[in-house]
């Protein structure tokens, strides 16, 4: 049986008997539109109080591949999830639908990935590796995704990525040199743009 927090910004599950935890770990879980889920070791991580839901309430546990899977970001448009797995260095693409959630292929990425952003404009994914410095650029609308191209961020330890798709731009927050990187897809050309320290994280404004 599963245990829910009570109704807050964020929902939590945590497991009982703890042995199930190491099962649902490795599996991408998701509610009736998909919306993401924190885990808990234990129920007493837990300070508010806890209520028994069903394996009903969930539309879909599938297992996902990724020994360390990141959160899911989706391409509504093609019925695409990708999970970035910083472990295995991969991202697991999935079949997304009404009824069913399946893994397609698993792709496999640079040294170390960091984060992965959709272009959902151009059905393009893009992920930033930390070691490596790049970009990697994967074709999310073909019936075999692979990277297709890899562009430097012309920086150092690329944390977090953000794209554009009407611009064909991606931003990327490079954690050691304090700046970010806006790399253009269409010509590959980067521009370096100095911020606070340690930049952790970047988002883009799609209406402007």
Not at 32 to 47: E, I, V
Request: no cysteine; aromatic share 2%.
């Amino acid at each position: 049986m599963l245990e829910q927090r009570a109704p807050s910004a964020h929902r939590h599950l945590a497991f009982s008997p703890p042995t199930r935890l190491g099962v649902v770990a490795t599996a991408s879980t998701l509610l009736a539109g998909l919306l993401a889920l924190g885990l808990a070791s234990t129920p007493g991580a837990l300070a508010a109080p806890l209520r028994l839901v069903g394996l009903a309430a969930l539309d879909i546990v599938v297992q996902s591949g990724p020994a360390a899977p990141g959160a899911m970001v989706l391409d509504e448009g093609i019925g695409r999830g990708y999970v970035l797995d910083t472990l295995r260095d991969t991202l697991s693409v999935f079949d997304v639908g009404p009824s069913y959630l399946t893994l397609a292929t698993t792709v496999p990425l640079g040294p170390s990935p960091t984060d992965v952003a959709v272009d959902t404009t151009a059905h393009r994914v893009v992920i930033s590796d930390d070691v490596a410095d790049t970009v990697s650029v994967i074709d999310g609308a073909s019936s075999a995704p692979s990277v297709v191209a890899t562009f430097p961020t012309g920086s150092t330890d690329a944390e977090a990525i953000a794209v554009d798709g009407t611009t064909a731009t991606v931003y990327v927050a490079n954690l050691g040199a304090d700046d970010v990187s806006v790399l253009h897809l269409d010509t590959g050309s980067v521009t370096r743009v100095p911020v606070g320290d340690a930049p952790a994280d970047v988002a883009v404004d799609p209406l402007t």
